[in-house]
């Protein structure tokens, strides 16, 4: 019986990478611009109005002895809900942006051994299209998936793409927000013995039209507004694409075991600032068991006294009504 593969499609190959600006490459083949009369390329970064197109090339080198066939498409881009990366859509997702709007001659190219292919493109923006950066890539997929050594039920399908940052004219507004911050305490059952932690996890939201380079700040204030902690946060996206949400957490080592405790995020980018609040009660488990059983002990003997109490003390009696006693009269005649 033919075994089921689950097919995996790891565009993020060559795109996720927030190292120096280079060609996309997966050490087989590699996907980038057309080199200009100047200096190399890393991405495409285009630039037009509404009802514009825009030509360039993409250049697909074969980094192996063999000839390879790849699926050549174009697709929009987002960033991942794990850490923020960059990413491109599978060619049977809609395509928004530069994915709709790309045009490519051919849908396979066959590159041999060693050699590169150039491939011109067209970017069509429509008249209607909205103001603002429409982020993607150029991708060559090898269509062929990859079992590894057949001991488990996954197929793999490699691609790597050249990005295009693509920017439409028009208004443009950049704006960032921080959205359902939380945070998560965990502390020793006795206090001293062992570290107290907390996670405080929020969600970085991009609602503008333009893409942000994100900075966090995170600060956590005690009682009376004491300071306990200031931090950078580098666990971030270094792009944040428009319309995106990224989900993050950042881990606080000695988290205070006693006290009230506000954090605030503080999100920053260009002509933007955003920031959000959440509080949490350190309060030991320890204590924290005293004070519920001491709590509960209090109401049991309260209510055992209430209903010990006679049923006669309830309320206050009302002394008896008296009337006066009728006169006598002497008898006749006496």
């Known amino acids: 019986m033919r075994k089921p593969y689950v ?3 790891p565009l993020l190959l060559g795109l996720l990478s927030a190292a120096p600006a280079r060609a996309a490459d997966n050490g087989s083949w590699s996907v980038h611009p057309l080199s200009s009369a100047v200096a190399a390329r890393p991405y495409f970064y285009v630039s037009a109005d509404p009802g514009q197109t825009v030509e360039d090339k993409v250049v697909v080198a074969n980094k192996t002895g063999k000839p390879l066939t790849f699926r050549l498409y174009a697709a929009d881009a987002y960033n991942t809900a794990r850490d923020g990366g960059f990413a491109v ?4 997702e809609r395509m928004r942006g530069v994915g ?3 045009e490519l001659p051919k849908e396979r190219v066959t590159v041999p051994g060693h050699r590169t292919v150039t491939v011109p493109f067209t970017i069509k923006v429509p008249r209607g299209a909205e ?3 429409h982020p993607g890539a150029i991708v060559a997929l090898d269509e062929r998936i990859d079992r590894g050594d057949g001991s488990v039920a996954l197929g793999v399908q490699r691609a790597v793409g050249a990005r295009v940052y693509l920017t439409v004219g028009g208004p443009t507004l950049p704006a960032l927000a921080v959205e359902n911050v939380h945070v998560s305490h965990h502390q020793p059952l006795v206090p001293g013995l062992g570290a107290s932690t907390a996670t405080i996890s929020y969600t970085l939201h991009n609602t503008g039209n333009v893409t942000l380079e994100p900075k966090v700040e995170l600060r956590a204030s005690g009682l009376f507004g004491r300071t306990l902690l200031t931090r ?3 666990k971030i996206p270094s792009q944040l694409l428009p319309g995106q949400r990224v989900h993050l957490t950042e881990r606080w080592k000695g988290a205070p075991q006693l006290d009230w405790t506000d954090v605030e995020l ?5 002509n933007t600032k955003e920031s959000a609040t959440a509080s949490f009660v350190a309060v030991p488990w320890l204590v924290a068991g005293v004070l519920a059983s001491g709590i509960a002990i209090a109401g049991w003997l309260l209510i055992r006294r209430r209903r010990r109490r006679p049923k006669g003390a309830r309320g206050t009696a009302r002394p008896a009504r008296t009337h006066p006693h009728p006169k006598v009269g002497r008898p006749a005649g006496g």
Not at 89 to 92: H, L, R, Y
Not at 266 to 270: H, K
């Open 100 to 102: 709709a709007w790309a």
């Open 7 to 9: 097919l995996l499609l």
């Open 232 to 234: 950078d946060l580098k």
């Open 89 to 92: 859509k599978s060619p049977g």
């Open 266 to 270: 503080t999100a920053t980018a260009r």
């Open 131 to 133: 103001p603002g950066d």
